[in-house]
């Protein structure tokens, strides 16, 4: 035998079994050892004053009461009874299984299967057993015509054929003895047939740094393959013009800001082609970095352009760049230019009168050539789509990209989530930006306490912005939809103030207009959906109202609060809702305890996990067999310091220690 060999070869396998399988991705007999549970039953039984509520057990007890079904119509019954374990009587309920009642005799011992509710000290039943083997059992995902049971036998037939014997080590010595991890063989067989959960951790524990370990080895690879073949350009800046534009700054930049820079400047002038990501939290001064990154790039002569995803987005880093520096040559490009504006900043470009310029995707259209592009910028990368950004770097010799984002992520999750990415961290805030009071109220407190508050407020100059989740009616949630705030604010305030609506199905330039309007005190009351989360600076905006908030993640809740506490007032957040979960409560209470996004990024992904935070689709991430970038975090860390600390070495794959990784690496993710 193999482990290459088809399933077909096992014993108890015919052709029908090996379609279902196959459906399973299950075609060799590796894939079939590879094929891990995703949980474990475990029917070791417990004494009931052990138990917790909740709790998936085995209980084991005598008969006391002869088992009765009662119905409620055709297709619903429960099937109830109770056992006595020492002193305990226990109420034990099987739903829509009366057949069960043949099982349950008058002073019988049974043990019993189920979850645990310590409140009513019963037990809602899953099955009866008549006999447990192994009290830990495996679980595995299965499909109609391939039975748990089958599958378990199948793997047992496997194993008892000799294929645990074929299984070939991995890992390194160095590593397995580092890190205490058990050998291949029996972490294999372990995730199957565990003699205790102790054994089953550990298996797991190993299984999981593989699949990590390897990972990560090859995204050192692809980027180690990205610098070799991509040939980047020398960004000669002035480092004394860079250093007089820092000391004619209005402010000091922070730790992180700095820390930042330098690690994006040292880029540039390497010679090898930047592609960096600078993560920061809302309002840490991401945008001051990056315009001096800019700056450098123009002091070696070189043109610098920045793509941000709206136009009025674009239109404020047009007017912060030029205030910033007077003495270049700045531009905007926009789709919603006039027809000879635009012709004028394309011949300008070209020709090289432009040193920077900002705008949309109008940046990266065919009729746009640059006549000496150095450094590319994407503010809110997430935004734009690989082809895009590609797009962007064609218009130069390849030059160098920096990408943006407000989205705190740990490190590792963002190297990890954005491949072959170097990235930058600016987790400290600048000095005076001021703390926004950030407080949770019901929605029954909104009109007598809140509303005559926000009134008050605006009296006083202050503009709002109240955020609902949704556009229209759903019949599924009961939510004020942004129509309706609208209407209701506008009845409340009356001739009081100016209220407006903006949503995301009004045309691009509807949106900028209204948004621009607000910035320039039209409007009062902004009611808008979430398409205000990004970017937009609004210094006089000093109250956000988000209704439903527990209906929003912590990050997006974090960067809608973002919004205000821009200028030189006191700042507010005010969460309304009324959460049935203990999760969105528990955001809520979160939110108003901090105000640092990693630490809410953090809880975020611990609440909802990488799937929705970064978005399968748009982050790469590939699926694992058994490990969770969230809750693996810590192994995920080890595995990649690991992997860099291999790659640092250049002739790494000639050494002897190492031939065992390279075995397991394709050529292609090493030398292609």
Do not use: C
């Not at 009765?68 to 309920?93: C, E, H, M, P, W």
């Not at 499909?143 to 037939?157: E, R």
């Not at 674009?314 to 910033?324: F, T, V």
Request: aromatic share 8%; net charge negative; hydrophobic share 40%.
């Amino acid at each position: 035998m193999k482990l290459t060999d088809s399933i077909q070869f096992l014993k108890g396998v015919g052709p029908k079994s090996v379609e279902r399988y196959n459906q399973l991705g299950i075609f060799t007999v590796q894939d079939l050892l590879l094929y891990f549970p995703f949980r474990y039953d475990d029917f070791a039984a417990k004494s009931v004053f052990e138990l917790i509520d909740g709790d998936k057990t085995t209980i084991i007890g005598r008969v006391v009461t002869p088992a009765s079904v009662a119905y409620y119509g055709a297709r619903r019954n429960r099937l109830t009874f109770k056992i006595k374990q020492d002193d305990a009587v226990i109420s034990v309920s099987f739903f829509n299984q009366p057949y069960l009642q043949d099982k349950v005799e008058m002073d019988a011992e049974i043990a019993i299967y189920g979850k645990w509710d310590a409140k009513k000290l019963g037990m809602t039943g899953m099955k009866i057993l008549a006999q447990v083997d192994d009290n830990f059992q495996p679980v595995y995902h299965v499909m109609q015509g391939v039975k748990q049971s089958a599958l378990v036998t199948l793997i047992h037939t496997a194993f008892e054929a000799g294929a645990g014997e074929l299984i070939n080590e991995n890992l390194p010595d160095f590593l397995l003895v580092k890190y205490r991890l058990v050998d291949r063989k029996t972490a294999v067989h372990d995730m199957h047939f565990p003699n205790d959960e102790a054994a089953h951790h550990q298996a797991l524990r190993r299984m999981k740094f593989e699949e990590l370990f390897y990972f990560q080895l090859k995204l050192q690879a692809l980027r180690v393959k990205e610098k070799a073949i991509t040939q980047g350009t020398a960004i000669h800046f002035s480092e004394e013009k860079v250093k007089e534009k820092l000391s004619e700054l209005p402010y000091q930049l922070t730790n992180a800001q700095d820390n930042s820079l330098s690690e994006i400047l040292s880029d540039m002038a390497s010679g090898s082609h930047m592609n960096r990501l600078l993560q920061g939290d809302v309002g840490s001064g991401k945008t001051a970095v990056a315009s001096l990154a800019m700056y450098a790039a123009v002091t070696a002569g070189f043109q610098a352009a920045l793509m941000v995803p709206t136009e009025i987005l674009a239109n404020q880093h047009y007017d912060s760049l030029e205030q910033l520096f007077p003495e270049l040559e700045v531009a905007l490009l926009t789709s919603g230019m006039k027809a000879a504006d635009k012709r004028q900043v394309l011949e300008q470009l070209e020709k090289g009168t432009i040193d920077m310029i900002t705008g949309t995707h109008a940046l990266i259209q065919e009729a746009v050539n640059y006549h000496h592009l150095g450094l590319v910028i994407t503010d809110e990368q997430h935004r734009f789509g690989v082809n895009q950004r590609k797009i962007f770097r064609e218009k130069g010799q390849n030059p160098d990209v920096l990408m943006m984002t407000a989205t705190p992520i740990p490190r590792t999750l963002a190297i990890t989530a954005f491949g072959d990415m170097d990235v930058s961290v600016i987790d400290e805030l600048p000095a005076g930006r001021k703390p926004i009071t950030t407080r949770w109220v019901k929605h029954e407190q909104l009109e007598p306490q809140i509303l005559p508050w926000v009134a008050d407020e605006v009296t006083k100059g202050a503009q709002v912005y109240f955020i609902s989740p949704l556009i229209e009616e759903s019949e599924a949630m009961d939510l004020k939809n942004a129509t309706e705030l609208f209407a209701d604010l506008q009845t409340f305030f009356g001739m009081t103030a100016n209220v407006a609506l903006l949503h995301g199905k009004m045309k691009n330039a509807e949106k900028d207009e209204i948004m621009a309007d607000f910035k320039a005190k039209k409007y009062d009351v902004l009611v808008s959906t979430t398409v205000i989360e990004v970017g937009v600076n609004v210094p006089n905006a000093t109250i956000m109202v988000i209704m439903d908030a527990d209906r929003f993640g912590l990050s997006q809740l974090h960067q809608l609060r973002g919004r205000v506490g821009r200028g030189e007032k006191k700042s507010y957040t005010i969460l309304v809702a009324n959460p049935k979960s203990d999760t969105g409560k528990r955001r809520m209470q979160i939110m108003t305890e901090t105000q640092n996004g990693f630490v809410l990024a953090e809880e975020d992904l611990k609440m909802r996990g990488s799937g929705e935070i970064f978005g399968t689709r748009q982050s790469g991430l590939p699926e694992f067999s058994v490990a969770d970038i969230v809750n693996d975090y810590n192994i995920l860390e080890v595995a990649r310091q690991e992997a860099v600390e291999i790659f640092k070495d250049s002739n790494w794959s000639e050494k002897p220690e190492y031939q065992m990784i390279l075995g397991n690496l394709t050529a292609a993710d090493v030398f292609d």
